[in-house]
């Protein structure tokens, strides 16, 4: 029998000789290899600046402190999420507001964020979850639309004069969106390197922004390295200048730097990167062609107006229920498929009940979660790994569909 895992890093003899070239260097934590990793995600997705941190919670976090988000804030996402896209709204202290999905997507019901926009909201953080990108172009409408409601704290968010779009893109690391890559489309994007993502630095994240009149790329650069080191005026790699020891603490602030050896992986992970995201395509053809004529129902991965990353493949059982969701998830355990569920809704968790959410205020997300499963899709897959997948979900598929 088979072992097929849900979703192995893939890790070559490329990542393993970048990562000894850093531990032989004698530079381990943030250096000159995290500074090139920054200087090639900013290229590649279209921005000035980049910065790396040790995972897109971090980064996001980072990015509501710079924005100056906290207490009397209202920053609005979607039920039908992980918890680090919402937990951190909370971290900074501001109040957490979730909407329903759509009934035939997973994306955020643009109608319903429309309406929870009130006088203190500041953020709107939509997900592009499994790698698709969000319709930004109907978010962008919603924000300008409500821009009369905005009323800016500081000098950052007067520039914007609107609620900040601040993407959820761990999932979307590649992705385009109207001939323009996820990273350059939101008003700040947050991608995660995790080691189940498509892109692979153990642990890590990259926040990227668009240049904005009035804000300074380069200062909201040096407050994130702030944030990140302690309040720490200069990084080690500024310290080891000549007589440079000397260093100023400018608040008390986090520890949450990437490290040389993460974006060593990151590096190598780059130059095969683009042949990863197509052979991710190529799977998602082979599952498509055989499960949609089922009736099976499957995120659109590929259009004319975006191109997804390709991160997860999410299928929807028409008229099952949870339980035998989980029993179609064992069956295929027991044939040596590990499968997965994306995601179990945020307000079912004892967390978000005690902040007061409740799961039949968000019926579209239940449905969506109560049939889904998700399938493996990873680059470690063989043409024939894909084939047995298929053979193995329809013949357990038959006695529910």
Same mark, same amino acid.
């Given at each position: 029998?088979?072992s097929?895992?849900?979703?192995p ?14 531990l ?7 250096g000159? +290899? ?20 040790? #995972?897109?919670t ?43 999905c &759509?009934k035939? #997507?997973?994306e955020m ?12 909201t ?8 499994g ?19 905005? $009323?800016a ?17 761990? =999932?979307?690391?590649?992705?385009e969106? =109207? ?5 350059n ?8 390197? $995790? ?20 804000i300074?790329?380069?200062?909201? !650069? ?7 080191? =302690? ?9 080891t200048?000549? @007589?440079?020891?000397? !260093? ?25 990167y683009?042949?990863?995201? +197509? ?8 599952y498509?062609a055989?499960?949609?004529?089922? @009736?099976? &129902?499957v995120?659109? =991965?590929?259009?004319?107006?975006? #191109?997804? #990353?390709? $991160? ?18 064992? %069956? ?20 978000? +009940? ?5 799961i ?7 449905? $969506? ?9 990873h680059?470690?897959?063989?043409d024939?790994?894909?084939d047995?997948?298929?053979? %193995? ?5 038959k006695?529910?569909?």
């Amino acid at each position: 029998m088979r072992s097929i895992p849900f979703s192995p890093p893939d890790i070559t003899e490329a990542e393993i000789a970048e990562v000894t070239d850093a531990l032989r260097s004698g530079w381990i934590t943030t250096g000159p +290899k995290t500074k090139k990793l920054e200087q090639e995600i900013a290229e590649w997705v279209g921005t000035k600046k980049c910065v790396c941190l040790n #995972s897109q919670t971090a980064c996001a976090e980072t990015a509501l402190r710079i924005l100056g988000i906290g207490e009397g804030d209202e920053v609005i996402t979607c039920a039908y999420t992980y918890t680090a896209t919402a937990s951190v709204v909370c971290h900074v202290g501001a109040k957490l507001i979730l909407v329903d999905c &759509q009934k035939d #997507s997973l994306e955020m019901n643009y109608e319903a964020l429309e309406e929870a926009i009130t006088e203190k909201t500041k953020v709107v953080i939509p997900i592009d979850l499994g790698g698709i990108p969000c319709d930004y172009e109907r978010i962008y409408e919603i924000v300008e639309r409500k821009k009369r409601l905005f $009323h800016a704290n500081n000098e950052i968010q007067k520039v914007y004069g609107r609620v900040i779009v601040m993407a959820d893109a761990a =999932h979307a690391f590649g992705a385009e969106w =109207h001939d323009k890559r996820v990273g350059n489309v939101a008003d700040i994007t947050n991608f995660s390197f $995790h080691a189940v993502k498509n892109f692979v630095t153990a642990e890590g994240g990259a926040m990227t922004w668009k240049s904005v009149e009035g804000i300074e790329d380069e200062a909201i !650069y040096y407050q994130a390295q702030l944030l990140s080191l =302690h309040g720490q005026s200069k990084d080690a790699l500024a310290k080891t200048q000549l @007589g440079a020891w000397e !260093y100023d603490i400018v608040g008390t602030w986090y520890k949450c730097n990437m490290t040389d050896i993460a974006a060593a992986m990151g590096l190598a992970q780059f130059e095969r990167y683009p042949g990863m995201l +197509k052979r991710r395509q190529e799977i998602i053809t082979q599952y498509d062609a055989v499960l949609k004529p089922l @009736g099976i &129902q499957v995120l659109n =991965h590929y259009t004319e107006n975006y #191109s997804s #990353s390709g $991160h997860l493949y999410i299928t929807r059982i028409p008229g099952v229920n949870s339980e035998q969701r989980n029993e179609i998830i064992i %069956k295929m355990a027991e044939v040596g498929v590990s499968c997965n569920v994306h995601y179990k809704p945020l307000p079912l968790f004892t967390a978000y +009940k005690d902040l007061g959410f409740d799961i039949k205020d968000y019926p579209n997300t239940y449905a $969506h979660y109560e049939n889904e499963i998700t399938l493996p899709l990873h680059t470690k897959l063989t043409d024939d790994d894909v084939d047995y997948v298929i053979e %193995k979900y329809c013949e357990i598929l038959k006695s529910y569909i």
